[in-house]
């Protein structure tokens, strides 16, 4: 298996991470993330179920991509849906932050 991952490394077709969430886990990152180049925002519920540390996730996503993180407290997967008062606000000031750079 560490052979096939280095070769995928190697390939340069994306990055992997072991051990990401404390949980013995391995993680393949989407090809490309490392070279996003514009300004993003990971937003993630702190009760996402999906992982089992939601805040190490969207960490490791935005120091992938360069970018901020909001945790939602108190939401899910879906965060922009179950509390959209938390999300907007973020959203707008990271396209407020994008209007201002152009």
Same mark, same amino acid.
């Given at each position: 298996?560490? +052979?096939?991952?280095?070769?995928?490394?190697?390939?340069? +077709? #994306? =990055? !992997? &991470?072991?051990? @990401?969430?404390? %949980? /013995?886990?391995? @993680? $393949? =990152?989407?090809?490309?993330? #490392?070279? $996003?180049? @514009?300004?993003?925002?990971? $937003?993630?519920?702190?009760?996402?179920?999906?992982?089992?540390?939601?805040?190490? +996730?969207? /960490?490791?996503?935005?120091?992938?991509? #360069? #970018? %901020?993180?909001?945790? $939602? %407290?108190? &939401?899910?997967?879906?965060?922009?849906?179950?509390?959209?008062?938390?999300? !907007?606000? /973020?959203?707008?000031?990271?396209?407020?932050?994008? &209007?201002?750079?152009?």
């Amino acid at each position: 298996m560490i +052979e096939s991952l280095t070769q995928y490394i190697n390939r340069g +077709e #994306g =990055c !992997v &991470a072991y051990d @990401v969430r404390g %949980q /013995g886990t391995l @993680v $393949v =990152c989407p090809p490309g993330m #490392g070279d $996003v180049h @514009v300004p993003t925002l990971v $937003v993630m519920g702190t009760k996402d179920p999906d992982f089992p540390d939601p805040a190490a +996730e969207a /960490g490791f996503i935005a120091d992938a991509t #360069g #970018g %901020q993180v909001l945790l $939602v %407290q108190g &939401a899910g997967h879906y965060p922009h849906a179950e509390l959209p008062d938390d999300v !907007v606000p /973020g959203v707008l000031a990271l396209l407020g932050r994008t &209007a201002a750079r152009a």
